[in-house]
């Protein structure tokens, strides 16, 4: 079992829809959760941090966190063609600021 | 502020020559990252550093593979004997890890070709 997971996809979405996309980790201790966009040929951006259960806005995004479950997801609203992107999923381990990432899931937001 | 920066931007090799890849993190930051992506692929932790110390070097593919920070700020990943494989772009992070904050920046990355 990885230790981030994250469905590689592509996940395709039209424009204006909302896009889903989720990860689920393995380290029942892990503490801090964040999301990067990924542009082909560019580095990873950071969109998103988040540390404690429940929901938290930024703009378009959403970023959702649920311990008991394991899973963290991102909402994007009103998702736009410049979205399309990998989104990748990053936690960090109990006890270390050591990052472990998913291998992204690939978004395409369709016009 | 200035971001994470990287050099060379694109370094091209001969196979079984040394390389060294040069990060500069956010002033302040004190903790300082490495990773590899190979083309199509996800990121790959090589190792990071809390001030001048390495907690965590078990990334490092080989004992070709080398990385020392000074003065708590830049730090410099040397590859010894490149190989093809060793093609890839080399990413570094930096990330402030105090209390409640532990969101991580990157640079533009090195791109690698081993010839």
């Known amino acids: 079992q990885k230790e981030v997971e994250q469905n590689s996809g592509p996940l395709s979405v039209p424009e204006g829809a909302i896009a889903s996309l989720n990860c689920t980790y393995s380290d029942r201790g892990s503490q801090s959760f964040f999301w990067y966009r990924q542009y082909s040929g560019k580095s990873p951006e950071l969109i998103m941090s988040i540390y404690s259960n429940g929901d938290k806005e930024d703009g378009r995004f959403t970023a959702q966190l649920n311990k008991a479950s394991q899973y963290v997801s991102l909402l994007i609203r009103d998702s736009q063609p410049s979205d399309s992107a990998t989104y990748l999923c990053?936690?960090?381990?109990?006890?270390?600021?050591?990052?472990?990432f998913g291998t992204g899931t690939r978004l395409k937001v369709l016009a | 502020g200035a971001g994470v920066s990287q050099s060379p931007s694109n370094k091209v090799t001969e196979k079984g020559k040394d390389v060294e890849l040069r990060c500069d993190p956010i002033?302040?930051?004190?903790?300082l990252y490495w990773y590899r992506q190979s083309l199509g692929q996800g990121l790959e932790f090589l190792i990071y550093f809390q001030g001048n110390s390495a907690p965590d070097k078990s990334g490092l593919p080989s004992d070709r593979f080398s990385a020392e920070r000074t003065g708590g700020s830049v730090s410099t990943l040397t590859i010894q004997r490149t190989q093809q494989e060793d093609s890839a772009v080399y990413l570094c992070?930096?990330?402030?890890?105090?209390?409640?904050?532990?969101?991580?920046?990157f640079g533009p990355g090195t791109r690698l070709t081993v010839t």
């Open positions: 990053a936690v960090t381990r109990t006890g270390t600021y050591k990052y472990i």
């Open positions: 002033s302040g930051h004190t903790a």
């Open positions: 992070a930096s990330s402030l890890v105090t209390s409640g904050d532990y969101e991580q920046y």
